[in-house]
């Protein structure tokens, strides 16, 4: 049986994707309030998109560096060649891109589950281990090309459109990513904390999913062992940089297409920013915290609201649909569907008490 009884299908009227859906609507809307739009549609038909063919190259190499960083964090379970892994991390960012609430992670650590036969559970873990990774990583670069820019201006900008006062607006950008990472890591050195903690929390939930929920948590735990020594936890930090520079290669790339003149220390910032507002609920692909978070910076690096408008549509259009489409290929490939996983219950995307993946 599964662990939970509702469908991915569901999720679609959860009150989360609803909230998250309402917060990508009011973002697109402050990212496109104020613009001249004919300026936007001049910049885009006049943009040279021929910048697009290595930008995009730039970008799939990045996934590379994310299937190494995987596989890194996979590896004390089992070691996959990142020649197998790339398909599925490709076809994670396809679900990611279609699907709400970043159902990705549970396609991702399905599919690792069913072609290499680990924990599906654990998988999971590891998926949000670079999630977090990601936010201090991007928190990091910032605050390295923090004396290169006038930040202080940009920083002023995303607080006054946001109507959310600076101290709280870094203060809840930062926090999460620093609790989460000090839990995990307080977790990964002392897993017997976190398999107490784990048996403390299912105390709360109903006795008829309790046993598989529990299963699930320590399966949690396990994947968070990946962790387990201060050694790792640096390599893990490191493999992360090359990620968000070659990412920011491709941002820098596009934006010679639309006669940008900023340095690539801007393109940095505006990495960290755009990267890090998709961390807010939303919609499928970050449509909408993206956008906005890219343009307020841009705009506060004194690039021209239109051209700026029309260059984030671009890049983001070029960072979604040339994975999304080639994951869904690789899924083709492989005989499975997104219909095919949707119609499952989504506890079947983990491990159940019956049967699980070891």
């Known amino acids: 049986m599964c662990a939970f009884d509702w469908s991915l299908d569901a999720l679609f009227t959860s009150r989360r994707f609803l909230i998250g859906l309402a917060f990508s609507v009011a973002l697109l809307a402050l990212f496109f309030w104020q613009v001249d739009l004919s300026e936007t549609a001049d910049a885009l038909k006049s943009a040279n998109y021929l910048w697009f063919i290595p930008g995009i190259a730039i970008y799939f190499i990045a996934v ?34 279609l699907l709400p609430l970043r159902l990705g992670e549970l396609v991702r650590s399905y599919y690792v589950g069913e072609k290499e036969g680990v924990s599906k559970t654990a998988a999971l873990a590891t998926i949000i281990i670079e ?46 990513f620093v609790i989460i990472l000090t839990l995990f890591l307080a977790i990964a050195m002392r897993p017997d904390f976190g398999r107490r903690l784990v048996r403390l929390l299912v105390r709360f939930i109903p006795k008829k999913g309790k046993g598989a929920i529990e299963t699930l948590g320590l399966r949690f735990v396990e994947g968070l062992g990946t962790l387990h020594s201060p050694k790792r936890v640096l390599a893990v930090l490191a493999m992360t940089f090359p990620i968000w ?11 010679y297409g639309f006669n940008m003149d900023l340095s690539f220390h801007g393109m940095l910032f505006t990495t960290s920013t755009s990267n ?24 506060g690096l004194d690039v021209a609201g239109g051209v700026a408008t029309a260059f984030t549509i ?45």
């Open 64 to 97: 590379y560096f994310r299937t190494a960083r995987w596989g890194f964090l996979l590896s004390p379970m089992k070691k996959v060649p990142s020649k197998r892994l790339y398909p599925i991390v490709v076809i994670g960012y396809m679900a990611n891109n």
């Open 131 to 176: 999630r977090v990774f990601d936010g201090i990583g991007l928190l990091i670069i910032a605050l390295f090309v923090w004396p290169f820019l006038p930040l202080t201006d940009v920083l002023n900008n995303l607080s006054d459109d946001s109507g959310i006062p600076l101290g709280a607006l870094l203060f809840f950008v930062v926090a999460p």
């Open 245 to 255: 520079f070659a990412e920011a290669a491709m941002f820098q790339l596009i934006s």
């Open 276 to 299: 890090l507002a998709t961390s807010i609920p939303s919609s499928a692909g970050g449509v909408g915290p993206f956008e906005w978070g890219a343009r307020l910076t841009l705009e």
């Open 314 to 358: 671009a890049l983001h259009v070029a960072l979604l649909a040339p994975v999304t489409l080639l994951g869904l290929v690789f899924m083709w490939m492989q005989h499975m569907s997104l219909a095919m996983i949707a119609r499952q219950r989504a506890g079947s995307l983990l491990e159940t008490p019956a049967g699980e993946k070891q």
